[in-house]
């Protein structure tokens, strides 16, 4: 039975027991990412999560890691442009622990100028990384063009001069205007007990400042395009069309468009670029929503010959799924997004996660069957009509490697 308590700083303690477990997940999610930065100081989001596994809460680096696997426990963390979540795996009996450390690492991080320095180097070759991999680096380059000039644009990793110019303040500022408890959820599911996980959150993460984290810039899409012609292996070929944002009336609606568009080996995508064609290894399309907007994208790995015909194949099947889009389909794509979110919920992981991101987004739990009824009153026009609004406007585009 999933239960729900508020400590008196506004953090939210949800807690779901899952009988027969020995293992427990909590995860400890802040409403606060990369869009919520400066230009300034881009990737400070991310290096705020970096750092903090450098010394908190009196241990240094190393004596975290120890701590969580001296009881054959994990724990991690991961920067969005919307969120920041720092998790825990451990066994049942060990929960006070990870509570304990997950406390540290948010509460009480040590932030030492010379591990500062060697981490911000760390970042920088995470960063280059992900510039020498284009399939990684396109996406950065379809939001950056989608919504150009905006905190939503920029990438989560910031660039080598803003990562280089983070210093401590900066790090110390962010904790104390983004982590506050009202913008804040500690969810955990498993061996779990609700009483006894309120106590340790009140213990280890009651000291939050209250109130809530300043809100993000609204978003606002932008059809730029961006074209790298370098000489490439393959070329990268993306498109972006503004869509709804997740709390929308056709979010859902939306979403089964994406799916049936392009979210399997059945897609329609999938089916006419790569199958039958032949004309790219890699074809997709999604839905990523944020809060007030989203962005229906499509992805193709071609080579630099087929590019042009990879493209305006993939427009031509984009607009015909709109018109023509039927039953079985939307039906494969209702099961689907069923399926999934049944075979996420079987482990204690996907339950902590689902929980803090539903109640940090919506400020409410969305079961199982509500989610089932709304996908079951949706029909095979209005998921036509959520299509063909999205398609109506021009989009956004980022290319490498794609021949002139």
Known sequence: MT???????GLTVISRPMPGLETASIALFAGAGSRHEEARVNG????????????????????????????GGE?????????????????????PLAVELLGDLV??????????????????????????????????????????????????????????????DDLTGWRDRHYRGGSMVLSAAGAVEHEALVALAERHLGELQAGEAPEA???????????????????????????PGQKAEDYLA??????????????????????????????????????????????????????AAAQALIEEVLRDAAETLGQRELDRARIQIRAGLA???????????????????????IGREELAAKLAALD???????GARMLAGEPARATLGLAA
């Open 3 to 9: 239960r729900i308590s508020h400590l008196a700083n």
């Open 44 to 71: 400070l989001a991310h290096l705020f999560e970096h750092m903090v596994f450098k010394g908190a809460g009196g241990r240094s680096a190393r004596q975290i890691s120890e701590a969580i696997e001296d009881v």
């Open 75 to 95: 724990l991690n963390a991961c920067t969005e442009r919307d969120q920041t979540s720092f998790t825990a795996a451990v066994l049942g009996d060990h929960v």
């Open 107 to 168: 509460a009480r991080p040590q932030f030492d100028p010379d591990e500062l320095a060697r981490e911000a180097e760390v970042v920088l070759q995470e960063l280059a990384e992900a510039e020498d991999t284009p399939s990684d680096i396109i996406f950065d380059h379809l939001w950056s063009q989608a919504f150009a000039e905006q905190p939503l644009g920029r990438s989560i990793l910031g660039s080598e001069e803003s990562v280089r110019g983070i210093g401590r």
């Open 217 to 243: 810039e609204p978003a606002r899409f932008t059809p730029r395009v961006r074209r790298d012609p370098a000489k490439a292996d393959q070329a990268q070929l993306t498109a972006g069309y503004e869509a």
């Open 254 to 307: 939306a979403r089964l468009f994406a799916d049936i568009a392009g979210g399997g080996a059945s897609s329609r995508l999938f089916q006419a670029v790569r199958e039958e064609r032949g004309l790219a290894y890699t074809v997709s399309a999604g839905l990523h929503p944020h809060d007030e907007i989203g962005l229906l994208h499509v992805h193709a790995a071609t080579s630099r010959k087929q590019g």
């Open 343 to 365: 075979m996420a919920l079987e482990t204690p992981w996907g339950q902590a996660a689902q929980a803090a991101r539903q109640w940090l987004v919506h400020g409410r739990l």
């Open 380 to 386: 095979v026009e209005q998921v036509r009509a959520a």
